[in-house]
């Protein structure tokens, strides 16, 4: 059974950090590439970064480059999001996903959206003084 479990998120101040976790069971994390999205309160759900399998990044959200990063340990079957600088606008519940069908599974999409799958439950983040 494929399955996405985030953590990680909380409430921090402004200009703060969090790191997000993404851990992965019932594929072999190492042939995907996994998306991490967000969805704020009244919005829709928005793509912020992808790490491909063979760890190249691509941002979907212009808002976080320069702040945001993703990483892949597979040998712990985690991605991670380092999420730097945080702003209250980054406030949202965040998801991570995987890249959906077999051919191209390990490359990032140029645009997210309908390319990804088997989402996780979300983790709560919130920017707030």
């Known amino acids: 059974q494929v399955q996405l479990v985030e953590s990680g998120g909380g409430l921090v101040h402004p200009g703060g950090s969090l790191r997000l976790s993404c851990e992965a069971s019932?594929?072999?994390?190492?042939?995907?590439?996994i998306g991490w999205f967000r969805q704020a309160p009244g919005k829709e759900r928005e793509g912020v970064l992808c790490i491909s399998s063979s760890d190249a990044i691509t941002a979907f959200a212009d808002s976080v480059k320069g702040r945001f990063t993703v990483s892949r340990d597979n040998a712990k079957n985690t991605v991670y999001l380092q999420m730097n600088s945080l702003k209250s606008e980054d406030t949202a519940v965040y998801y991570c996903?995987?890249?959906?069908?077999?051919?191209?599974?390990?490359?990032?999409?140029?645009?997210?959206?309908?390319?990804?799958?088997?989402w996780g439950q979300g983790t709560q983040v919130t920017v707030s003084s």
């Open positions: 996903a995987r890249k959906m069908g077999l051919i191209g599974r390990g490359l990032c999409p140029e645009r997210p959206k309908g390319n990804f799958d088997s």
């Open positions: 019932g594929f072999t994390l190492d042939y995907y590439a």
